[in-house]
Structure formats: C-alpha cells, structure tokens
C-alpha cells in the first residue's frame, strides 16, 4: 500500500490535538488477484498444497484513527505499544511518515498483533486475531501519561480516543478503563471512544462487556456499529443502545451501519441519520475508524475539542461534522486497506461525489 508524503504544508498543526491510546498491529489481508497454487505451472497446484497471497498493512483501529487524524492536519500523538523488533520498525516509520507524534508510545520487547483479513463479496473485512501474548494487551499503567489537563497539555492533548483491542484483555483492559475514568472526572478533556467489540478467543465475554460499559460512561463521544449493539445487548435496537449510553453519561452517540450510513444522538435532543455518497467499494478496511478520524478533525478545526464544545454544538455545526465523518469514511473504502484520506483528497472527494446526506427527524 502506497502512503502519501506529509509535506511541509499538510503536516499537522500546532493547535491543541488528540492523543489516540490503544493497537498498531499488521493486517495481513488477501491479495486481489492472487490464486491458489505454487505458481509453477499450469496443474502445479493440484499436485501441492493450496496457497494464498496476503499484504502486510500497517493496521488496527486505533492506528487507523490516529492516521486519518494526522493526514487531516490534526496534531496527533499516538500512544501503542510497538514492537521492539520483527514488524515494530517499519510501523514506526510509518506512523512518523505521517506526521504521527510517537513520543507517548512504549518500546515494547513483545512482537506486533497479527490480524488476518476475511473479505466477503462485498468487500467487508473480518478478521482473526494472533494475540494475546503480543505488544497490544500489555499496558501498565505506568506506561500512560498522567491522567491529568496539565500532564496531557504538555503533549498538546485536548482529546483522547481509544477503544477496540486493547480493552478485550487483561491488563490492558483494566488498566485503561481506570485511567479513562479518572480522566473523565476531571472533565476538561475530551474523550472519545469507539468499542468496536471483537470476538477474541479467551475473552471473558461478560467481563468484556461489563468494562466497555464501564468505559462508555467515561466518554463523551461514543461511535459504534450496529454489530457492536447488537453484540452487547443482543435483540436490541441501536437508538436504545444510544440512548443508555448518553443517560450513562455521554454527549453524543453515533451508531454507523455499513452501507445503510449512521444515525447521530445527541444530549441536547439532536438526532440525524446520515446517507453515504454512492461510490465503488475496495473493502471496508478501516471505514468506521476513518469516520471517527473525519469526525474529531471537524471538532479540532472549529474550536469544538472539548467538552463543551461537543456539548454545545449546535445543529448546523452537528450536521456538517457528521457529514464529514461519513464522507472520510465512504473513501477509505474506494482504495484497499485502511487507507484514509488527506485534506485535499477529501475535499476534491466530496466535490465529486457530495458529502453524504444527513436527514434530521422532522424531515
């Protein structure tokens, strides 16, 4: 996969930023035009083990973020723990190569998470993860910054986001849900958060559900899928899923859904459902993470990223940030891998395909 160059003009800015905490892992997802066989001639593979072909891609939900973030111009400081060796270099200079801060991040003797890519017909991605004896679950509590404005404004943080991965297992699960929460008790940082639950070999299931709960009350921003609803509370509906979450204590909820857009639940009352632009799908490798990287670069350049900008954005400022993340995110699906866009190649996206719609209830 083809990264672009950060050039001196795109590179972040210096205005207050987002700290993403959570995995870098390697995505090894298949490659399209490969076939079975040893590739030594015509009937070769009938006489041999079947094989396939899979590219290496720098991934996880968390690294998607904190990338579709810094390619928006946002300054972005990315907390994972990377492998010290195997995979560990080349995700360090693809993190800095895109203008990623890595100065939060932990050196870690652990190797890199493999996760291997399923795509169905339609290009959706499943995946199977190789853990959890890897860099991603291990976080001490150490290794995170202070959970505290000063502590973090030394970084240039006025937001955090994390979810995915590293909440399934122990420590990290733990370990990361008390540091959030004391974050939130402070309440003068933003804090975003995106489940994305993960069916994970060895989980303890209701634990698992029980800290994402524990984390969503510390969030004021929660985005997640209508997979991860019905994951948690099976049979139920996503707006209901939405509207226990905000009486937990968050701001906005946003549930996305695949081809179908998402629907936007605010405190204040504001609900929207946003349609995506119609566009020829790669795969969807890294959509939702791109919504939330699309969504948090509207905050940033409106003066929106804290709490009380969330909180009292108004309608119009709603809709245009929500039309942005479904745009981010309908684009990262027209190329393969986790892929997100920059500045110039979201707008000139969204002059060719428009934003998306957002359709408020009244309508």
Known sequence: MTQPEVSDAHRPSAAPGVLVVGECL???APSKGATPGTGQGAGAHSLRQPSQHFMAMPGGSCANVAVGLARLGVRTCFAARIARGG??????GYFSDNGVDLSLSVDAPEPATLAAVTLDDQGRA??????????DWRWQESELPAPERRALAEHGVAAVHTGSLPIAFEPSGDVLARWLGK????????????PNMRTVPGVDEAAYRWRLEEIIASAHVVKASNEDVEAMYPGSSPLGAASKWLSAGAVLVIITEGAGGATA????????????PAIKVADTIGAGDAFSAGLLAYFADRGLLHPDGVATADATELQAGL???????AFTCTRPGGDPPDAEELEAFVAQHGPGTVTLPSQ
């Open 183 to 194: 974050l939130r008790r402070g309440n003068d940082v933003l804090i975003s958060f995106d």
């Open 323 to 329: 039309a942005q993340a479904i745009a981010t995110s």
């Open 265 to 276: 639940v605010h405190r204040n009352g504001f609900q929207a459902h946003l349609s995506p």
């Open 87 to 92: 995979f560990g270099p080349w995700l360090r």
């Open 126 to 135: 499943s995946y199977t993860f190789y853990g959890p004896e890897t860099a």
């Open 26 to 28: 390697v995505d090894l």
